[in-house]
């Protein structure tokens, strides 16, 4: 029996999404270039939403490299306006990791991509949703990265997380370089830190979130490939 990969789609594909969630919908926008071998979905941070315009800017760079992203809000319209006055749903992580998984899950059932590799990428609360989420999928997600993330919200999963995971952090963010390095030293799985010199949080300074769109664009093209099918 002889193992062929093949690129996950045959055509490229931009479309808007509604992925069912807790009894409601999230909104996202698919966009998967033609024969990429994976999508990357994205898991914004707190108070974020699938607008963000860093997270545009790195998913942009993603598919330039080859790569689909799933870019969608983590909470339903009625919950985004719950959040809005209450802070609170942006912080539970295992709510945010559940909808990561339940969108991964939907993605898999979609028959133009259920040869896609998967992958994540999480951004400050969104980064350890991801750990979260990866611990649950197990081998389904084949790549993971955090920009200025908290890992360290992952608590006990870090050591059930397989992916291969590279965790960029702001030479500047003192408290989540630490945060970041104590969970690195939780994971059993491949992992790289790498730290941006002199960039704050969110990487405002000039070239800053290049770097970050080009670290992470190289991770998963290393790392993300179409699921095989069986063939003689």
Known sequence: MKVLRKPGISEAVTRSVRIPAGGGHLDGELDIPAGAPGVVLFAHGSGSSCHSPRNQFVAR?????????????????????EDHETAALRFDIGLLAGRLVGATRWIESQPDFERLGIGYFGASTGGGAALVAAAVMGPAVEAIVSRGGRPDLAGDSLPGV??????????????????????????????ELRIVPDATHLFEEPGALEEVARLAADWFQRHLQSRPSAGS
């Open 61 to 81: 760079v993603i598919r330039e490299s080859g790569c689909g992203t799933l870019l969608f809000d983590l909470l339903t319209p009625e919950e985004e306006l």
């Open 162 to 191: 397989h992916a291969p995971t590279l965790l960029i952090v702001g030479g500047e963010d003192d408290v989540v370089i630490d945060l970041n390095r104590q969970a690195l030293g939780k994971m059993r799985c491949e992992k």
